[in-house]
């Protein structure tokens, strides 16, 4: 078939200071691109896109800072490489913090509140629906989650959770989302990742 088998896969980095690193490396791979475990600002070199993980948002930024990556994670964002943050990666990437947080990357126009949905619901999981990834519900699995509470006018909402809260969003190239989808089987936010590097060269991924 046509698609040349000797193009260059994409390769998706993951920052991998602290948390769910792991199962978005498999994610990765599932979808068909290279993972690059990202510590040091020279790992970020030739990456087509970037996830940021779930874990504790408060110890990745300190980490990011110590290892030099705020910049380069930045200038990345600004030449279009697309960006996926989970849960902590949603936060990071937020605009706006509610209650205290200073924002770290400002790249999403979205307000979150960290632990958001409360210690009674710490973890747990439900169908979300996510028309914009087609019409079968997306299974979310929740683990101490930001809680979307304003999306803004330059932010699009891609899945909902049972009481219609966003819990995926969309801006340009950044996607975030307040659940962990590198926990389930189902591909298709990593998917639409790998689909919007394509997207970025001007060709099908
Ligand atoms: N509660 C964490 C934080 O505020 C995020 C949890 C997660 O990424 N699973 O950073």
Redesign the pocket.
């Known amino acids: 078939m046509s698609t040349a088998a000797n193009d260059r896969r994409p390769r998706i980095g993951v920052l991998a200071l602290q948390?769910?690193v792991r199962e978005h490396v498999a994610a990765i791979r599932d979808v068909g691109a290279e993972p690059v475990e990202v510590r040091l600002p020279r790992d970020l070199v030739d990456l087509d896109a970037l996830v940021l993980p779930?874990?504790?948002?408060?110890t990745?930024r300190k980490l990011i800072d110590e290892y030099g990556l705020r910049e380069p994670i930045l200038s990345l964002a600004r030449t279009g490489t697309p960006l996926l943050g989970?849960?902590?990666?949603m936060?990071l990437l937020a605009d706006r913090i509610a209650d205290g947080d200073e924002p770290y990357f400002a790249l999403l126009d979205i307000e979150v509140r960290?632990?958001g949905y409360g210690r009674q619901l710490d973890s747990f999981e439900a169908d979300l629906s996510a028309p914009a990834l087609g019409e079968a519900p997306l299974h979310g699995v929740f683990?101490?989650?930001?809680l979307v509470t304003v999306v803004g006018s330059r932010a699009e909402v891609l899945a909902a959770d049972p009481d219609g809260r966003p819990v995926a969003v969309r801006q340009g190239r950044v996607l975030a989302t307040a659940f962990?989808p590198e926990l389930t089987g189902d591909r298709r936010l990593h998917r639409l990742l790998v689909e919007l590097i394509g997207e970025r060269a001007g060709r099908p991924a």
């Open positions: 948390g769910a779930g874990g504790e948002s408060t990745m989970t849960c902590a990666g936060i960290r632990n683990i101490r989650a930001p962990h």
